[in-house]
């Protein structure tokens, strides 16, 4: 299921946005429903974080956390190292990919027409 990670008390996260809410079984006593969890060092860095970080989209203190726990997760450490390489590798082809020359005659072939709104009557629901 998208969105959801397993977490080792039985009970499973859901990420809503940037946040993780606790989702466990109905009415357990002392569970706070719905408020968001903390980021713990034992829990793994979802795709999209790992994105975030290499990118530095990530506030100050999510990448500090993260910082903390891929210092002390070599799965999550080799995941950055691995999202980084495909990054750059993006960037350094971006300039060598071009439109081949064919592609552009064909798309100049293709006829363009010219509508003029204006001329257009626009009708009530009443057809007047």
């Not at 994105?51 to 080799?78: F, G």
């Not at 993006?90 to 071009?98: A, I, R, Y």
């Not at 081949?100 to 009557?121: C, F, G, V």
Request: a positive charge; one cysteine or more.
């Amino acid at each position: 299921m998208k969105g959801v990670a397993p977490v080792n008390s039985g009970q499973t996260r859901r990420f809503r946005g940037s946040r993780l809410f606790a989702v466990s079984s109905p009415l357990e006593p002392g569970h706070s429903y719905g408020r968001p969890v903390g980021f713990a060092s034992t829990e793994h860095l979802n795709p999209e974080a790992v994105v975030a970080y290499v990118d530095n989209e990530l506030s100050r203190q999510a990448a500090s956390r993260a910082d903390a726990h891929l210092v002390l997760c070599p799965s999550c450490s080799r995941e950055v190292a691995a999202q980084a390489r495909a990054r750059s590798m993006l960037q350094t082809c971006q300039n060598e990919v071009s439109m081949p020359d064919s592609l552009r005659a064909q798309l100049s072939q293709i006829p363009t027409q010219e509508i003029d709104l204006r001329a257009t009557r626009r009708s009530n629901r009443w057809g007047r």
